[in-house]
Nanobody, 118 residues
Framework: QVHIVESGGGLVQPGGSLRLSCAAS????????MGWYRQAPGKQRELVAT?????????VESVKGRFSISRNNGDITTMVYLQMTGLKPEDTADYFC??????????WGQGTQVTVSS
């Protein structure tokens, strides 16, 4: 059974750092390109970082040089991390982890909230 749990969000001042964690339970996640998405209030969900099973990464321009995605593949649970530095108020959003290539069957975790404010 597929299950995704995100954690690590919180309130941080501008310029601060956070490390988000995602536990994706399901034997197939280790084969997927995984990604971190975010959804700011009143905006659509956007994919901000991706990582292949072989650890190739890609980032949306707005987070390049500040965010770093990594993963630890497992037979049962694949962990995906997002190290965020130099946080800005515009990074405030709910952050979600999932496959980068979503299907109609893709389900979502509850997300983790990141608030960047002084």
């Amino acid at each position: 059974q597929v299950h995704i749990v995100e954690s690590g969000g919180g309130l941080v001042q501008p310029g601060g750092s956070l490390r988000l964690s995602c536990a994706a339970s399901g034997s197939l996640f280790r084969f997927y390109v995984m990604g971190w998405y975010r959804q700011a209030p009143g905006k659509q969900r956007e994919l901000v970082a991706t990582i292949t099973p072989g650890d190739s990464t890609d980032y949306v321009e707005s987070v390049k040089g500040r965010f770093s995605i990594s993963r630890n593949n497992g037979d049962i649970t694949t962990m995906v991390y997002l190290q965020m530095t130099g946080l800005k108020p515009e990074d405030t959003a709910d952050y979600f982890c999932n496959r980068a290539n979503l299907t109609p069957e893709s389900s979502w975790g509850q997300g983790t909230q990141v608030t960047v404010s002084s």
